[in-house]
């Protein structure tokens, strides 16, 4: 079973870094193959945080291949830093792949992602202002400028001048901003080239020649299902498809193989950004969820809205990856409440959702329908045998499991790498 992929259920943060980590252990080469740095992945080991947005979380294991896909958007001064930064640490990072194919986050992306939202005003997304979406878009207008770009200086140039043309049409007359100098950005990004040089290579070709050699391969998923471009929450989403088939289109491997999908979420729901949110707690019970989870974002700091477990999303995120399993992260956080909420439905005009719905007007102004089971109010974190975990604990993961039909492989009981209870 080598091929397996690794998707949040939810709007982000769901734990992705602490599970792939644990995966990694008995894997050979981690793929990123979506999103860019807007993603945080942590991984806590030995007490130490590894926060990373770029490079995928296999790095930490020494016998472990990391690749950043052709699907990925890469800026490549954030790259050099995280590789610095790791390096600093006393990781290796000379195994590090990057895909020729993958695009370029280039400095106007930034600078239009930040006018866009600032336009946008009370409708902004609250993006992560990384320059997410301006790069996926150019990639689809096909004037993006990708990673082998940089090392032909004539094509970088050429192929430069033809974006900052409308580029800084757009910032100066729309925006009224600067227009952005050509020169700078050659120097500055074949500068980088020189450092990325040893690192790019056809990944695609490589991840497949892994998979027919019998190696496990890890699809590491960034942002989460309810983020995804096509089937998340639109306009309020990535601009990329974090799903699992998104794994196949960002990796570059076919469908067939990939035979393990596994799904991450965390025990109740978070949500950083504008969107619609169902199950968003009231502000005590979100308060102390945001203590409790310590619930700030990984890569903007933003304090994340909290909420209760959605059934209905974790249903609608079960079916769109097909998933073999899932995993339940910070279930420890739940310790603090005497009565545990889940939202089992939704409620609008009079009707009633067990299903996602089709129609985004009803996902925006439903009203969940709750169901509470009685909590533990017992400290858990160092729980390590499914057994040794309070009767309330297991029949809340149970009580998750039948309603998405798929079983539950792993419970996460705190950060660190040993804080977990393997399920089945
Ligand atoms: P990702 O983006 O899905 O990788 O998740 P993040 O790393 O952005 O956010 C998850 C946060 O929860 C991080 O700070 C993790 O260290 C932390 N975390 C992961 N699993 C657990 C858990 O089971 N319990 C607690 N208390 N924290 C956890
Ligand atoms: P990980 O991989 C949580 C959210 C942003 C915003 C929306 C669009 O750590 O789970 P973007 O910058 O992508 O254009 O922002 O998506 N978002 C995330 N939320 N976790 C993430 O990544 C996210 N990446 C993007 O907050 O609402
Ligand atoms: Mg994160």
Redesign the pocket.
């Known amino acids: 079973m080598p091929g397996i992929a690794l998707v949040?259920l939810q709007?982000?943060?769901?734990g992705?870094?602490k599970v792939t980590d644990l995966l990694a252990r008995d894997t050979d080469v981690v793929v990123r193959y979506q999103?860019g740095n807007?993603?945080?992945?942590t991984i806590v080991v030995e007490g130490e945080r590894y926060a990373l947005h770029l490079i995928p979380t296999g790095i930490l294991y020494p016998h472990c291949i990391p690749v950043i896909g052709p699907g990925v958007v890469v800026n490549p001064q954030v790259l050099l830093e995280e590789m610095t930064a790791l390096t600093g640490r006393g990781v290796d990072v000379s195994r590090l792949m990057l895909s020729g194919n993958a695009h370029l986050i280039m400095p106007y992306h930034l600078e239009l992602?930040k006018v866009t939202e600032r336009r946008l005003g009370k409708n902004r997304?609250?993006?992560?202002?990384?320059g997410?979406?301006p790069a996926y878009a150019d990639k689809a207008s096909r004037i993006g400028l990708r990673v082998q770009d940089l090392l032909d200086p004539k094509i970088f140039k050429e192929k430069l001048e033809v974006a900052l043309k409308e580029k800084n049409v757009v910032l100066t007359r729309v925006y009224g901003r600067l227009p952005i100098e050509h020169q700078a950005v050659e120097e500055e990004y074949l500068s980088y080239a020189q450092q990325l040089r040893p690192h790019i290579a056809d990944t695609s070709n490589f991840v497949q020649h892994a998979l027919d050699d019998g190696k496990t391969v890890l699809f590491e998923?960034?942002?989460?299902t309810m983020?995804d471009l096509d089937h998340g929450t639109y306009p309020?989403?990535?601009?990329s498809n974090p799903i699992a088939g998104g794994a196949t289109v960002g990796a570059g491997v076919g469908p067939k193989d990939i035979d393990r999908i596994i799904g991450i979420t965390k025990a109740y729901c978070t949500?950083?950004?504008?969107?619609p949110f169902p199950s968003e707690a009231d502000p005590v019970e979100a308060e102390i969820l945001v203590e409790a989870g310590g619930e700030y974002?990984?890569?903007?700091g933003?304090k994340r809205r909290c909420g209760w477990f959605d059934v209905v999303v974790g249903r609608y995120a079960a079916r769109l990856n097909t998933l073999t399993e899932f995993v339940v992260t910070k279930l420890d956080v739940l310790s603090e409440f005497d009565r545990i909420k889940v939202c089992v439905a939704y409620e609008f005009e009079g009707d009633r959702f067990d299903e996602f719905p089709p129609n985004q007007t009803i996902f925006n102004k439903c009203k969940a329908i709750y169901e509470e089971l009685p909590g533990w109010k017992e400290d858990i974190t160092k729980t390590t045998r499914l057994e040794d975990l309070p009767k309330e604990a297991r029949a809340y993961l149970e009580y998750i499991e039948g309603l998405l039909n798929v079983p539950v492989s792993w419970a996460s009981v705190g950060p660190g790498r040993e804080q977990i209870v393997q399920v089945k």
């Not at 709007?11 to 769901?14: M, Y």
């Not at 997304?125 to 990384?130: A, F, N, S, V």
């Not at 309020?236 to 601009?239: G, R």
């Not at 949500?271 to 969107?275: E, F, H, K, P």
Request: net charge positive; hydrophobic share 20%.
């Open positions: 949040g709007w982000g943060d769901e992705k870094g999103g807007n993603a945080g992945h992602d997304l609250g993006t992560t202002k990384r997410i979406g998923g960034a942002q989460a983020l309020y989403v990535t601009s949500r950083v950004g504008s969107g974002g990984t890569t903007t933003r």
